[in-house]
Each structure stands twice: as C-alpha cells, then as structure tokens.
C-alpha cells in the first residue's frame, strides 16, 4: 500500500511538472523584441523558419554575427542561403555555419566553441518553443559563462494551447519534456562534480 502511496504521489508530481513545461513552451511565443547581444544562433531544425529567424534579427543588428548550428554536411552554403531571404551580402560576411553537431547535446558544444572562439558573452539563441527550454539548459552546461536570451519560434502544427487532445501533439510533448528532464539531470550531476571537493591527499 505504501508503495502505491509513493508511486501515485510521482505520478502526480511527473503530470504536474508535464503541465508546466507545456505553459512554460506557451508562454515562450510570441517572442518578445530582443535587446542587442554580441551575437545570435540558430540550432538547425525541421523547417527553415529557424534560420530565416535568425537572419532577420542580424538584419536587424541583434547581433554582429549568426551561428547556424547542426547544418546537414550535404548541404553547401549557397543552397541554405537560397532558401533564406535578406540580404546575401550580409549572409556571405556575417553567416557561420557549423557542422559538427548531430543532436542538442552537439549543438550546445559547438555554440559554446564559436562563442568562446569569438569572445561573446551574450547570445540569442533561436530555436522552436517546444525546444528552447532543453536547449538553454544543454547550452548553458556548456557556456555557463554566456548569457542567453531565447528567442523562440512557433510550431503551427503543435497546438501548445490544447496540445493533450491529440495524440501526435501530446507524445511531441511529452517527449520533449522526458528530454528536457534528462538534460536538467546530467547538468545537476556535472554540477555536483564540479563542486565536489577533491580528495585529500594520502
């Protein structure tokens, strides 16, 4: 019976926290104007919106250069920059696109590399709503240096609203959340390590 007790009392906690996140994603859109930072990056995504996000806040002067990170190895920078309005000059000086990372764990280590290479301090990170919450913790493990400011992208297909009542849009949240919940982990054991004493010596 006291296992029940337990068990029901998790649930409860895992279902409220589920909740939260999703009001948390919401309220990420739409995002608010942006104060200046030393730069901007784009984690790669399912749609160009992203990218074409980014772009417009460096033709706005957000920053002095865009990162876009987790960009396909096949894909060459003319064929990305003819499916990204604004202005190709200031594609061709102000645009890095980095290749290296394959999931949100390799994006946070190649931004944190670009940011630490260049001597940023500030960045706004663009991404989707749903994605900004794992990918400020996953960038911050990283760069817990650099101050972030999100600047999140709306899905149309996930209504964040009323995402419970279908099944595609609940399991996309509920997945994310599982994997926003992993990345809060390992940041709090690699904090624990970090601050950990160390041994005596013999």
């Not at 942006?34 to 002067?61: H, K, Y």
């Not at 764990?105 to 260049?118: F, T």
């Amino acid at each position: 019976m006291r296992l029940l007790v337990v068990i029901g009392i998790v649930a409860l906690i895992w279902l409220v926290g589920l909740f939260a996140f999703a009001h948390r994603v919401r309220e990420l859109t739409p995002a608010e104007e942006p104060a200046p930072a030393d730069a901007i990056v784009a984690l790669t995504g399912p749609s160009s919106e992203r990218v074409n996000a980014a772009i417009r806040l460096l033709e706005q002067g957000k920053g002095e250069r865009v990162l876009i990170s987790g960009v396909n190895r096949e894909v060459r920078r003319r064929e990305l920059r003819e499916l990204t309005p604004g202005s190709s000059r200031l594609f061709n000086c102000c645009v890095d696109l980095g290749f290296e990372a394959e999931d949100t764990v390799g994006n946070a280590q190649e931004i944190a590399a670009w940011a630490r290479a260049k001597g940023y301090d500030h960045l706004i990170v663009v991404t989707s709503d749903y994605h900004m919450p794992r990918s400020l913790v996953e960038i911050r493990g990283q760069a817990p240096g650099v101050k972030l400011t999100p600047y999140a992208v709306s899905t149309p297909s996930l209504d964040n609203r009323h995402w419970w009542r279908a099944t595609v849009t609940a399991r996309r949240m509920t997945l994310e959340y599982m994997k926003s919940l992993a990345a809060l982990g390992r940041e709090a054991v690699r904090r624990l390590s970090r601050d950990a004493p160390a041994p005596a010596p013999a």
